[in-house]
């Protein structure tokens, strides 16, 4: 008789606070055509995780109601089983994957995850687990949001909430591009988003960030990527026909001034993580906790001051 295997996840039972979290004994999923099972090494937590398990998405309707749901978008490890047709990948290679769908039983936060071959990508050469799983949800959401803002070298781009995950990446990525960048952060982040690329900083608590941004850029910014969901506070110093987008989980504020506006959704894209895993990008791992305490790691998340992402060990994988 041939035993199932077995392997754990962590599941919101039902939705609400950290409590709904459960550690729980699953069969081991196996990889379909065209994906790919990973052993998970490291898991990272994201403000999409809380707003899974409270419940908050099933309510706005990005997600039926399930008496089980899956938490948890990035994972570094290594390539368990490959599924048919897949030949760009190879067992025991070492990546990264970013799992795109809301509604499922099984996430991130587990020993194993089958992800679509096309949601992989090499890991960042050198660089531990723990670091590699910050990178997939948040930088690909930096990019994918510059891209659609269309900007052009020399051009001045606004970041808000720029110390934080996504924020941070977008000025790092900005820079790169030749953006002059104006970040929005506190006194405590300057050095950070300075040294990431930014040319000048605006402060977080600022009460006309309008006025601050023009100071740099007297006719407006010629875009902005607002991280930090400020909306129509964001919209106010980019430039006439200027662009604007915001992040999921962010309200777009109306096209005034003939202001380009994107909200950017994130969509999995293996071939241009690979292009971020080889860049060298910054990584920030707040801390480092076992599986079992993912619930304290919601808990700290939300009461917020957090730099860097908290990052899941599965201990039987560590």
Known sequence: MVTEEKMRAVVARGYGGPEVLDVVTVPLPEPGPGQVRIRVEAAAVNPVDLATRSGALAEAGLMTAREHTGIGWDVAGTVDKLGAG???????????????????????????????????????????????????????????????????????????????????????????????????????????????????????????????????????????LDAAGLGIRALAAVRTRGAYTTVAGGTAPPPLRGIRLHHQWISADGAKLAELAAMGLTLRVADVLPLERAAEAHRRLAAGGIRGRLVLVPSANG
């Open 86 to 224: 897949v030949t760009a990948l190879a067992p025991a290679q070492r990546v990264i994957g970013l799992r795109d769908l809301l509604d499922v039983s099984l996430g991130g936060y587990a020993e194993h995850l089958v992800l679509d071959a096309a949601a992989v990508a090499p890991a960042p050469p050198g660089v531990p687990a723990t670091a590699a799983a910050t990178l997939p949800l948040n930088a690909l959401t930096a990019l994918q949001s510059l891209d659609a803002l269309g900007l052009t070298a020399g051009d001045t781009l606004l970041v808000t909430g720029a110390a934080g995950a996504v924020g941070g990446f977008a000025v790092e990525l900005a820079a790169r591009r030749g953006l002059r960048v104006i970040a929005q952060t506190g006194p405590a982040d300057e050095d950070f988003v300075r040294a990431a690329g930014a040319e000048w900083t605006v402060g977080r608590d600022t009460s006309d960030l309008a006025a601050d941004v023009r100071r740099h850029a007297p006719a407006g910014a010629d875009g902005a």
